[in-house]
C-alpha cells in the first residue's frame, strides 16, 4: 500500500487502515476490525491504543470510534513538530561533541572548502553499490545540476532515499530538477527543517556537511566509518524519514502534455497535490510547475468537486483513502 498522508505523523500502516476505517464509517470492537482487516487481534487492540494516545480515537466500552478530523490531526502536528525539534537539539548536541573529538581518530574526517566537498560527495556517490540514504537543504553551493552519479547509480539498481528540506522546494526548478530523480527510481520525501546535509552508503560510511556561518569560514563536512558513527547517521535519517512526506513527481515532460485535461488525477494533479501536502502555498506550487496560480486552484476546484469534498482537509482524506498519491 502506498504511504499516505498520515505516514507523516509516524502512524503504522495498520493504524492508518483502522483509523480510515472509522472516519469513513460506524464504530467497531477490536474483534471486528481484525477479522476487517484479517489481523491478530493483539495488535489490533495495541494499535486502538496508540490511536487512542495520538487522540484519534475515543473508546467508548468496546466501541472504537475516530474524533473529528480537524481536531485531532492539529495536535497531531503539533505534537510531530515538538518532537523534530527535540530531535534537532539532540544532533547539535551531537555534533558539538564531535568538533572537540581527537583529530587523530581514524574513523572521522574533515573535508573544508566547496570544491573539496564536491569532489569528496561525488567519490562517496560512486563508492555505494546497494543504497543510499540522504538528506538535502539549502544553502546550495551551486546551481542545479543532473548530478550524473545519481543517475548512473540508479541505472544500476543502487536504491535512493533522500529527504528533501521544505525550504528548498521554493526554489525555482525545484520540481523538475527533484523529478527527474524521481523518475530515474529516487524514494523522495520532504520534511520541515532538514537538520544538515547527509549522504550514508551502503551503511557503511556517511557523509555530513555543514555551511559556514558566515563568508569568512568556509564550509565543511565530516567522512565518518565504522558501525558505531554510522549507526548514528541511519538512526538520525530513519527518524526524520518515518515522519517526513512522500513527494510523488510525474516526469518533467508530462507535466503540461495531459491528453485529457478531465481525467483526474492527471499528473499534473498528482504533482500539485504532492507539493501542497508538503506545506508549499498555492502560489509556489505555480511557480514550481510552471503554471499559473489560476491553473492551480482550477484544479484543486474540480479535484474538490470530483470527490465531493467541501474543504482541503476533505480532499486530502479522500486522496489518502483513494491513492491518487
Given at each position: 500500500?502506498?504511504?499516505?498522508?498520515?505516514?507523516?505523523?509516524?502512524?503504522?500502516?495498520?493504524?492508518?487502515?483502522?483509523?480510515?476505517?472509522?472516519?469513513?464509517?460506524?464504530?467497531?470492537?477490536?474483534?471486528?476490525?481484525?477479522?476487517?482487516?484479517?489481523?491478530?487481534?493483539?495488535?489490533?487492540?495495541?494499535?486502538?491504543?496508540?490511536?487512542?494516545?495520538?487522540?484519534?480515537?475515543?473508546?467508548?466500552?468496546?466501541?472504537?470510534?475516530?474524533?473529528?478530523?480537524?481536531?485531532?490531526?492539529?495536535?497531531?502536528?503539533?505534537?510531530?513538530?515538538?518532537?523534530?525539534?527535540?530531535?534537532?537539539?539532540?544532533?547539535?548536541?551531537?555534533?558539538?561533541?564531535?568538533?572537540?573529538?581527537?583529530?587523530?581518530?581514524?574513523?572521522?574526517?574533515?573535508?573544508?572548502?566547496?570544491?573539496?566537498?564536491?569532489?569528496?560527495?561525488?567519490?562517496?556517490?560512486?563508492?555505494?553499490?546497494?543504497?543510499?540514504?540522504?538528506?538535502?537543504?539549502?544553502?546550495?553551493?551551486?546551481?542545479?545540476?543532473?548530478?550524473?552519479?545519481?543517475?548512473?547509480?540508479?541505472?544500476?539498481?543502487?536504491?535512493?532515499?533522500?529527504?528533501?528540506d521544505r525550504r528548498g522546494l521554493e526554489r525555482?526548478?525545484?520540481?523538475?530538477?527533484?523529478?527527474?530523480?524521481?523518475?530515474?527510481?529516487?524514494?523522495?520525501?520532504?520534511?520541515?527543517?532538514?537538520?544538515?546535509?547527509?549522504?550514508?552508503a551502503d551503511r557503511r560510511m556517511g557523509l555530513?556537511?555543514?555551511?559556514?556561518?558566515?563568508?569568512?569560514?568556509?564550509?565543511?563536512?565530516?567522512?565518518?566509518?565504522?558501525?558505531?558513527?554510522?549507526?548514528?547517521?541511519?538512526?538520525?535519517?530513519?527518524?526524520?524519514?518515518?515522519?517526513?512526506?512522500?513527494?510523488?513527481?510525474?516526469?518533467?515532460?508530462?507535466?503540461?502534455?495531459?491528453?485529457?485535461?478531465?481525467?483526474?488525477?492527471?499528473?499534473?494533479?498528482?504533482?500539485?497535490?504532492?507539493?501542497?501536502?508538503?506545506?508549499?502555498?498555492?502560489?509556489?506550487?505555480?511557480?514550481q510547475l510552471g503554471i499559473s496560480l489560476r491553473?492551480?486552484?482550477?484544479?484543486?476546484?474540480?479535484?474538490?468537486?470530483?470527490?465531493?469534498?467541501?474543504?482541503?482537509?476533505?480532499?486530502?482524506?479522500?486522496?489518502?483513502?483513494?491513492?491518487?498519491?
Open positions: 500500500m502506498w504511504w499516505t498522508v498520515l505516514s507523516a505523523f509516524g502512524l503504522t500502516e495498520l493504524e492508518e487502515k483502522i483509523y480510515l476505517a472509522l472516519v469513513g464509517g460506524r464504530p467497531g470492537t477490536a474483534t471486528e476490525l481484525a477479522q476487517r482487516f484479517a489481523a491478530d487481534s493483539g495488535e489490533v487492540v495495541a494499535a486502538l491504543d496508540a490511536l487512542t494516545r495520538h487522540g484519534l480515537v475515543r473508546l467508548v466500552g468496546d466501541q472504537a470510534a475516530a474524533t473529528s478530523p480537524d481536531l485531532a490531526i492539529d495536535s497531531l502536528l503539533t505534537q510531530r513538530i515538538r518532537e523534530l525539534q527535540e530531535a534537532r537539539i539532540d544532533l547539535r548536541e551531537w555534533l558539538r561533541q564531535q568538533r572537540t573529538a581527537d583529530p587523530a581518530d581514524p574513523g572521522v574526517q574533515m573535508v573544508v572548502g566547496v570544491s573539496a566537498i564536491l569532489q569528496t560527495f561525488d567519490q562517496f556517490l560512486r563508492g555505494a553499490e546497494e543504497e543510499v540514504l540522504g538528506f538535502e537543504r539549502p544553502p546550495y553551493a551551486a546551481d542545479f545540476s543532473d548530478n550524473p552519479a545519481e543517475l548512473e547509480l540508479l541505472g544500476r539498481g543502487v536504491r535512493f532515499r533522500v529527504v528533501y525555482p526548478g525545484a520540481s523538475t530538477h527533484i523529478g527527474r530523480f524521481i523518475a530515474a527510481g529516487e524514494q523522495a520525501r520532504v520534511a520541515t527543517d532538514v537538520p544538515a546535509k547527509l549522504a550514508v555530513l556537511s555543514f555551511p559556514s556561518r558566515d563568508d569568512t569560514v568556509e564550509p565543511w563536512a565530516l567522512v565518518v566509518r565504522g558501525a558505531t558513527w554510522v549507526e548514528v547517521l541511519v538512526a538520525l535519517f530513519t527518524e526524520i524519514w518515518e515522519r517526513a512526506t512522500p513527494l510523488r513527481l510525474a516526469p518533467a515532460t508530462t507535466v503540461l502534455d495531459d491528453a485529457d485535461r478531465w481525467t483526474v488525477p492527471t499528473p499534473t494533479d498528482r504533482q500539485i497535490l504532492s507539493l501542497l501536502m508538503t506545506g508549499l502555498p498555492d502560489k509556489a506550487v505555480a511557480s491553473t492551480v486552484q482550477r484544479r484543486l476546484r474540480q479535484l474538490m468537486d470530483v470527490s465531493g469534498s467541501a474543504t482541503r482537509m476533505q480532499l486530502g482524506w479522500f486522496v489518502a483513502r483513494n491513492n491518487w498519491l
